[in-house]
C-alpha cells in the first residue's frame, strides 16, 4: 500500500481521514508546519502539501477546512482554528462564535463546513478540490464526536448535531469526506502515471 | 438648542458627537436599549434612533459603527462591540482582532472604521447616511485618545493611529465625524418643515 503523508499534527483528522483513504498508508507530520498564510482554504491546502513533500520526499495529502457562517460573511473560515486568537483551542473556537452570534435570530443561523483536499508529487505536480456541508448553528453544544464545531453543527435534513452522528455517518456527508472521496481517484491516477 | 436624544450609553460616543453636532443639544440614553439585530450598520442605526423616539418622545439620532476588516471579510462589523463574545469588552476586542491577524502580512492588514448615522423624528420620518475612514491594522496598540479599535487603526495617509490624533484631529477625519456632518443638515431641515 502507497505510504502517503498526511501534512497536519491533528490526531482527529489522521483518524477521519484514515478511514475515508482506505487506499493509503497514512503517516501523519513529525515536523512543524509552518504558518497558514494564504487567502483561501485551497491556497492552504496546495501549500500544506508542498510542504509535507519537501519534509519527507513522499506524496502527500492535506487539507485546510473551516467553518463559514452566513452572519459572520463567511468567517471563521481559514481562521477557524485561531478565531479565538490562538491556534487550536477548539472550545475557546465555539464558544467565541456562539457569543457573537448571541444575538443572531435562529433564521439567520445558516453556515458551511468547507473543505479544500489537496496532493502534491515528489515531481511537483498537485491538484485540490473543494467539499462543502450546509447546516444551521444551534445554540447549545451537543454530543461528544468529531472536533471543532461539530458540536453546534446541525447538517441541514437532520435533527443532531455532527457531534451527535456517528464516525461512519459524519464521514458519508462531511465536507471532508466529500473532498477527500474526490481526491483519492486522482492521486491514484496521478501516481501511476 | 433643540433637545435631541443621543440613542447610546456609550459616553465616548456622546463626547465625540457633541463636538460634531454643535447645533443640538444631545441627551445620552437613559433607558436600556434592546439588543442590535439588524443586518447592516443602516438597519442597526435606523432601529436605534426609532427606539429613542419611542422612549422619550425627542428627536433622535444614532448611530452604529464599526470596524470592517478586509482578512476577516468585512467583520467585525456590525459585531465590532461585542466581536470577543460579550458586548463593550473594548480591550478583548480589540486583543482578539490582533490574535486573528497574527499570520496576516503587513500587505493584507487594510480595514475601514464605517459608521452609519441616523435621525428619526416623533412623526415617524427618518434617514440614514454613511461615513467611512480606510487604514491599515498595526500588531501592536498605540495612543491612549478615542476607544474601540482605535489604537490598533492607522488612517490611510497617516503615520499615527486614530488613538494616537488628538480629538480635533480625529473628529475631522472619522467615519463618524463624516457622518454626522453629513446627517447633521438633513436633521436641521427635516426639523424645521
Known sequence: ??????????????????????????????????????????????????????HTGLPSVADDSGLAVDALNGMPGILSARWAGRHGDDLANLDLVLGQLADVADGRRGAAFVCAAAYALPDGRSDVVLGELRGTLVREPRGTNGFGYDPIFVPTGYAVTSAELSPDEKDAISHRGQAFRALAPLLTAALSS
Open 1 to 54: 500500500m502507497t505510504r502517503v503523508l498526511l501534512a497536519t499534527k491533528n490526531l482527529g483528522k489522521v483518524a477521519e481521514l484514515q478511514r475515508i483513504l482506505t487506499g493509503f498508508a497514512l503517516e501523519g507530520a513529525s515536523y512543524e508546519p509552518g504558518p497558514e498564510t494564504g487567502r483561501s482554504f485551497a491556497e492552504n491546502a496546495l501549500a500544506k502539501a508542498h510542504e509535507g513533500v519537501a
